[in-house]
Antibody, heavy 117, light 108 residues
Framework: QLQLQESGPGLVKPSETLSLTCTVS??????????WGWIRQPPGKGLEWIGS???????YYNPSLKSRVTISVDTSKNQFSLKLSSVTAADTAVYYC?????????WGQGTLVTVSS | EIVLTQSPGTLSLSPGERATLSCRAS???????LAWYQQKPGQAPRLLIY???SRATGIPDRFSGSGSGTDFTLTISRLEPEDFAVYYC?????????FGQGTKVEIK
């Protein structure tokens, strides 16, 4: 059974860079034709796709966040990562990682990241 | 970018009643790429329906999806206590994913 687990700091200061890692177990991140992506959910609000990386390494970003987002993959560790720069309080959210095709069929449990000084 | 608008924002119903949730797209969406998710408090979303009308693994048959083009519907035939949650529609196109804002199904 595929499992995804987010990890990273739960508190980030304004103007700094948010960094999260998703560790995939129960399957290889590079062996199939999937995207691996990040989605966030501000407290009490809806879901927002942040960006995705294809198994080949190609990246795709939400246009509204593109200038601040970098997603990368480390196949040796079966992990992929998110970096979001110049964060503000508006970036406070639960961040999920997920396996993606046209749908998101496996999700991590989510991790709350708060932006505050 | 395709915008998905869900209605109503909140649906107040009793167990055993039928729930009908709407998802309208700002431009035509391939039925192959329209999905529905259920989210309960403190949990990640769970895939319910893909391809507009196919149930995901383990999803009870009281959940059904329909629609095409710009109008899609999720129907829960008889609400069970565990069905009270928030539901999101989602579309995929050109390596981009968007979600609707969600419909909350609450106990009346």
């Amino acid at each position: 059974q595929l499992q995804l687990q987010e990890s990273g700091p739960g508190l980030v200061k304004p103007s700094e860079t948010l960094s999260l890692t998703c560790t995939v177990s129960g399957g290889s991140i590079s062996s199939s034709s999937y995207y691996w992506g990040w989605i966030r959910q501000p407290p009490g609000k809806g879901l927002e796709w942040i960006g995705s990386i294809y198994y080949s390494g190609s990246t795709y970003y939400n246009p509204s966040l593109k200038s601040r987002v970098t997603i990368s993959v480390d196949t040796s560790k079966n992990q992929f990562s998110l970096k979001l720069s110049s964060v503000t309080a508006a970036d406070t959210a639960v961040y999920y990682c997920a396996r993606m095709e046209s749908v998101l069929d496996y999700w991590g449990q989510g991790t709350l990241v708060t932006v505050s000084s | 970018e395709i915008v998905l608008t869900q209605s109503p924002g909140t649906l107040s119903l009793s167990p055993g009643e039928r729930a009908t949730l709407s998802c309208r797209a700002s431009q035509s969406v391939s039925s192959s790429y329209l999905a529905w998710y259920q989210q309960k408090p403190g949990q990640a979303p769970r895939l319910l329906i893909y391809g507009a009308s196919s149930r995901a693994t383990g999803i009870p048959d009281r959940f059904s999806g329909s629609g095409s083009g710009t109008d899609f519907t999720l129907t829960i035939s008889r609400l069970e206590p565990e069905d009270f949650a928030v539901y999101y529609c989602q579309q995929y196109g050109s390596s981009s994913w968007t979600f609707g804002q969600g419909t909350k199904v609450e106990i009346k």
